[in-house]
C-alpha cells in the first residue's frame, strides 16, 4: 500500500504528512516492537511531523548546547496560559505546580504523597495499564471501579469503593483518568463535582491524570478537576506529550489543588531535576505556541474517527464501537466476533495488524481492543482492510 498521495487540501493535515516508508524509518516503540510486515495502530505515539515550534526550540537548544538541567516556571506559566484560552480555567496556580520526569512518575509521586504502603488506589477501568503497574510496584492495592455500559464513571460505583476503602482505615487515593484512555470519555463538569463531593465525604485524595486534556475537540469541553468546586484537595497531572507526540522528550507537570498545596510542598526538589531539560522546553513551545497545529491534528483525528466508524459498519459490522469525544484513541468491543479473549492477538496473528490488547486495560478488557487513530485515513483503512480478511 501506499500512503503517500498529498492532496493540496491535506496539506493542513499532519496526520496525512509522512509517508509509510518514513514511518517506518522511526525507531520508537510503535515502529520497532513488531516486523516490517506489521502495520501498527497500538501504542500512543501519533505518526505526524512534529509542529514548527517544537522544533524551533529543540533546534535552538542543540545549538547552543543548552542541554543541563531544568529549572524555572515557564512550562506551567505556558500551560496557566493555554488552560485559560482552552478551557477558560484562569485560576491555574503556578505556584502550585512542579516539574516531573513524566505524567507515570508524577502520578507515582502524588500517590506517594497522599498515600502509604498497602493503601487502596480507586480505579476505573477499563483504563490505561500502567495504572495497575504503577500503583502495584509502589507497593499499593488496586481497587476497581468500572465505568458503567455507558463507558462513563459509575458515581455508585465509585462511592461503594470509596465507602470500603474509608471503612479499611488506611489513606485511599483515587487516580482519575480524564479524558478517559481507552474509551475517549470526557467527564462532565458534573461528574467531576459528584467524583469531588464523594471524595471528601470519604476522605478520598484525588490524583487526575489528565494527560490527554490537550486532545479535547473544539466541541467538546474538557473540565479541568481542579477547576471544580470541591476539588480544592485535589493533585492532577498534565503534560504536552500526548498533544503535540513528545513522549521521547520527558516532562510533565503536577498541580496542586489550594488545599493539596503542602502536599506538593513535600516532594522531594531532586524530582524535578528528571524531567529532560530539552522536553521542558519542547513542552513549553507546544503550549505555548502550537495551538494551531494542536487543531489541525484534531480535525484530521475526528475525521479518521468518522472514517473508522464507517469502515467498521462496511467490512465490520460486528465489532461495536462507541467513539467517544476524546483522545485518538478507539476502543472496540470485539465480542461479538467470537475470537476470544484477546481479539488483537488474533488480528495480529491472521492479519498482521498491531493492536492493543483490552485485557491489560482490568476489568472489561477481554474481549475489546484499544485502536490508535493518530495516523493516516490510508493507513486506518488498511488495518481495517486486513482485520476484515483476518476474520473473513
Ligand atoms: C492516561 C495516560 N497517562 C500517562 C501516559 C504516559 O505518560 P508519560 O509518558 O508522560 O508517563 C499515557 C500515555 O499514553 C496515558 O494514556
Not at 524509518?25 to 505518526?47: C, G, H, I, N, Q
Request: charged content about 20%; some cysteine.
Amino acid at each position: 500500500m501506499t500512503s503517500n498521495e498529498q492532496h493540496p487540501s491535506d496539506e493542513a493535515n499532519p496526520l496525512r504528512s509522512l509517508t509509510l516508508d518514513q514511518l517506518r524509518r522511526r525507531t520508537s516503540m510503535k515502529w520497532r516492537t513488531y516486523p516490517a510486515d506489521v502495520l501498527p495502530l497500538w501504542v500512543a505515539e501519533m505518526d505526524v511531523p512534529l509542529a514548527a515550534p517544537v522544533v524551533r526550540a529543540v533546534t535552538e537548544a542543540m545549538e547552543l548546547g543548552d542541554t543541563g538541567y531544568p529549572v524555572g516556571t515557564a512550562y506551567a506559566e505556558a500551560l496557566a496560559a493555554f488552560a485559560g484560552k482552552r478551557w477558560g480555567w484562569d485560576d491555574l496556580a503556578v505556584e502550585r505546580t512542579a516539574i516531573v520526569p513524566d505524567v507515570m512518575l508524577g502520578v507515582v509521586e502524588m500517590l506517594k504523597l497522599v498515600t502509604g504502603p498497602g493503601d487502596p488506589v480507586i480505579v476505573n477501568p477499563p483504563v490505561y495499564p500502567p495504572f495497575y503497574e504503577f500503583v502495584t510496584h509502589l507497593d499499593r492495592r488496586v481497587v476497581e471501579a468500572p465505568v458503567g455500559a455507558d463507558l462513563r464513571i459509575d458515581l455508585g460505583v465509585l462511592e461503594e469503593a470509596f465507602r470500603r476503602a474509608a471503612a479499611g482505615g488506611g489513606r485511599a487515593a483515587y487516580l482519575l483518568c480524564s479524558p478517559h484512555n481507552p474509551t475517549g470519555t470526557v467527564h462532565t463538569a458534573d461528574e467531576l463535582g459528584a467524583v469531588a463531593a464523594l471524595a471528601e465525604r470519604y476522605g478520598v485524595r484525588v490524583v487526575a491524570d489528565e494527560i490527554h486534556a490537550p486532545v479535547v475537540p473544539v466541541g467538546a469541553r474538557f473540565v479541568p478537576y481542579l477547576s471544580v468546586p470541591g476539588a480544592e484537595r485535589g493533585l492532577a497531572l498534565m503534560s504536552a506529550s500526548k498533544g503535540w507526540n513528545l513522549a521521547g522528550l520527558k516532562a510533565a507537570l503536577a498541580l496542586a489543588g489550594p488545599g493539596a498545596a503542602a502536599d506538593l510542598a513535600r516532594m522531594p526538589e531532586e524530582v524535578g531535576h528528571g524531567p529532560s531539560h530539552v522536553g521542558v522546553l519542547a513542552h513549553t513551545a507546544a503550549l505555548r505556541d502550537g495551538t494551531a497545529w494542536l487543531d489541525s491534528v484534531l480535525a484530521g483525528i475526528d475525521e479518521n474517527r468518522r472514517l473508522l466508524t464507517r469502515l467498521l459498519a462496511e467490512h465490520l459490522p460486528g465489532v461495536v464501537h462507541r467513539p467517544g469525544e476524546a483522545t485518538y484513541l478507539a476502543w472496540l468491543d470485539c465480542r461479538p466476533l467470537d475470537l476470544g479473549d484477546d481479539p488483537a492477538d488474533v488480528f495480529l496473528r491472521r492479519g498482521r495488524v498491531a493492536l492493543s490488547s483490552g485485557i491489560p486495560f482490568g476489568a472489561g478488557g477481554a474481549g475489546h481492543l484499544r485502536l490508535n487513530l493518530a495516523t493516516s485515513p490510508e493507513v486506518i483503512t488498511e488495518a481495517v482492510r486486513r482485520m476484515a480478511a483476518a476474520v473473513g
